[in-house]
């Protein structure tokens, strides 16, 4: 259990993080490109991935290369939906992406779906739905509409993400490979495009913050997979645990942290969130 709160933490900090460095001026490009640059060295020390002996003819170098832009392109829009839309609405969005992720198992991969599992689905849509009426109700932000274009692009993009990733997988590549490069692509290709923008690599404070954020990006990782590996005969309370926990540590720190303000629509999406979730999770008994 004590990996399973400190994954969730770790989540939540990869976003305070970001929210934060984003308000004191920081580079948040720069600070996503060096991200992934100690992720891949944290992947490598952890997972121990066999990179020396990688099937040119058999690695799906496409998915590789689509996850390495979209890696990095979804972690700006989860900066940008961060500061518009909060931490709070942010993190449920990113977390009920599983729904959509489900919705293409269904569609996609031929997945059997049974009763609680169709509620579950219904209950995560209907509880985005009341996210972005909320923030759309919001009068007092001038960003509203751009916020709601960033709450849904994480929401669909961590959905692809996951889609994408288990496809890879699917196909007989080492998990751990694939994550490796991915890394390792998303670095190279972040540090490129900020070279060619913005004429550098990044200010030293920024790179600190960003190899900072990769820690706590990788370390959520890690230490997920490591629960699901200690806990492999009970899943559903891995699943249940990290995504409830990380929509909790989310409302908590934006109503402490950030001072947001928990209104009806939110509060009732939060609720019908967490109720998805457990319906999700009890499927997987």
């Not at 259990?1 to 970001?18: D, N, P, R």
């Not at 209104?263 to 319906?279: E, T």
Request: proline content about 2%.
């Amino acid at each position: 259990m004590e990996l399973i709160f400190a994954a969730a933490l770790c989540s939540v900090a990869v976003s305070i993080l970001l929210k934060i460095c984003k308000e004191k001026g920081f580079n948040t490009f720069q600070m996503i490109a060096w991200n992934y640059a100690a992720a891949s060295i944290l992947c490598f020390l952890w997972f121990k991935p066999d990179l020396q002996h990688i099937s040119m003819q058999h690695t799906p170098w496409w998915l590789i290369l689509i996850l390495g832009i979209l890696l990095p392109s979804i972690f700006l829009c989860l900066a940008k939906s961060l500061q518009t839309a909060g931490i709070l609405k942010t993190e449920i969005a990113q977390r009920l992406s599983v729904v959509l992720s489900l919705m293409a198992a269904y569609f996609v991969f031929q997945e059997q779906f049974n009763q609680l599992k169709v509620i579950g689905v219904v209950l995560g849509l209907s509880s985005v739905l009341c996210i972005l009426l909320s923030h759309r109700a919001d009068e007092e932000r001038t960003e509203g509409p751009y916020a709601i274009l960033y709450l849904t692009g994480v929401w669909v993009g961590y959905a692809l993400i996951d889609v994408l990733l288990k496809y890879t997988t699917g196909l007989g590549l080492q998990f751990s490979v694939a994550l490796n490069l991915v890394f390792i692509y998303a670095f190279a290709l972040s540090i490129l495009y900020t070279t060619v923008r913005h004429k550098s690599i990044g200010a030293g404070r920024d790179i600190l913050a960003g190899l900072g954020l990769g820690v706590l990006n990788f370390a959520n990782i890690a230490l997920y997979v490591k629960a699901h590996m200690l806990l492999k005969d009970t899943p559903a309370v891995v699943f249940a645990g990290v995504n409830i926990l990380v929509v909790m540590f989310g409302v908590l720190s934006g109503l402490v942290i950030f001072k947001e303000k928990l209104r009806i629509w939110s509060g009732l999406g939060l609720c019908l969130g967490i109720v998805s979730v457990l319906c999700l999770a009890y499927t997987m008994f």
